[in-house]
């Protein structure tokens, strides 16, 4: 985008657009919502303004039709790497849905971004590579004459999407290493870390997809083992193995409550599931398909085995603060 200008260079635009992304999760969720209710519904609709823009301007359907890509992926990476992104926000939205009012909030909200909101955006993306030839919605945008409409859209990606990811990060850490690092420290170290690794990659690949495509892979093989693990504990182990009929009663939060550190069984399991994930396609196996039920039994097995033998299996405890982190 706006080539010849210093701040526009790939690394250079990284940076301080990773600087606009640490600056509302440090403020915290107050800032966040406020940004989300104004810049929300103008991200979207320059979004599909702009896809609109891009259908009428590059072939329409006819181009979507004829589109063929130069290289072509097996399905089971496909669905890995899409797995893999979407079961990092499936792992992390608990830590935030915690908040809601009801139980029932978080998993509403999710819903309805995934079949909604989420999946109209990957579409759009989708869309724009096949009829612009580039994976870049903005510089899409831009070869299409909407000028500063594609500069308005970096803003509002890194400052009301990456914002809220960052921020949810920092919760999970809080809750996995806990002591004295707050969600604003884990919030700046983290930003940091992330906005050096994607200058990094931004100076050694350029614009490339391929790197994030890798990346998602990795994703699928390590991550949706955690889902199906937080599923099996709270729907299967809790009420049938502890007797916790009661879902309200499965978990406890609020200041003051008490957490184990590490669930071993969780640990042990992820591990396990991981490891088969990694090999799963030596198998004939998906490796994100492999690493959701491979977690989800393996869990079972070990968490019910130590319970039933008086072995314990989670160590450490944290205290939730007045802040509730």
């Known amino acids: 985008m706006l080539p010849g200008y210093w701040f526009t260079d790939i690394v250079v635009a990284t940076v301080w657009s990773g600087i606009f992304m640490m600056i509302t999760s440090l403020y915290g969720i107050a800032a966040i919502i ?48 899409v797995v893999g992104y979407y079961a990092v926000g499936s792992v992390i939205v608990s830590d935030i849905s915690r908040y809601g009012k009801k139980a029932m909030d978080g998993g509403k909200a999710w819903t309805a971004h995934i079949m909604l909101f989420n999946t109209t955006l990957v579409l759009v993306g989708a869309f724009s590579i096949m009829l612009t030839g ?5 510089l899409a945008m831009l070869q299409i004459g909407m000028g ?30 806990g002591g004295r690092l707050t969600r604003r420290h884990w919030t700046a170290i983290m930003g940091a870390i992330g906005t050096m690794w994607a200058a990094l990659v931004a100076a050694g690949f350029g614009p490339s997809m391929q790197v994030l495509f890798d990346f998602g892979g990795y994703l699928g093989k390590l991550i949706p083992q955690m889902s199906t693990i937080m599923i099996a504990d709270f729907f299967i182990f809790r009420p049938y193995v502890l007797g916790l009929k009661d879902p309200l009663k499965r ?12 669930n071993i069984a969780g640990v042990i399991s992820w591990i396990l599931s991981s490891i088969l994930a990694f090999y799963a396609e030596a198998l004939k196996t998906t490796p994100a398909v492999m690493g959701l039920v491979s977690g989800f039994i393996l869990y079972l097995i070990i968490a019910t085995v130590c319970h039933k033998a008086g072995v314990k299996y989670e160590i450490g405890e944290w205290t939730e603060k007045l802040t509730g982190v």
């Open 148 to 177: 500063y409409s594609a500069l308005a859209f970096l803003f509002l990606t890194q400052m009301d999407t990456n914002d809220n990811n960052l921020w949810v990060s920092s919760l999970a850490w809080v809750n996995a290493v």
């Open 34 to 81: 406020i940004l989300s209710y104004i810049l929300g519904p103008m991200f979207l609709l320059l979004t599909y303004f702009g896809a609109a823009a891009a259908f009428d301007a590059f072939g329409g359907l006819l181009a979507l039709l004829a589109y063929k890509p130069a290289t072509l992926a097996s399905i089971g990476s496909l669905i890995t790497t």
């Open 134 to 138: 580039t994976e870049n919605i903005a």
């Open 251 to 262: 978990y406890k939060f609020g200041p003051g409550t008490k957490y184990s550190l590490i």
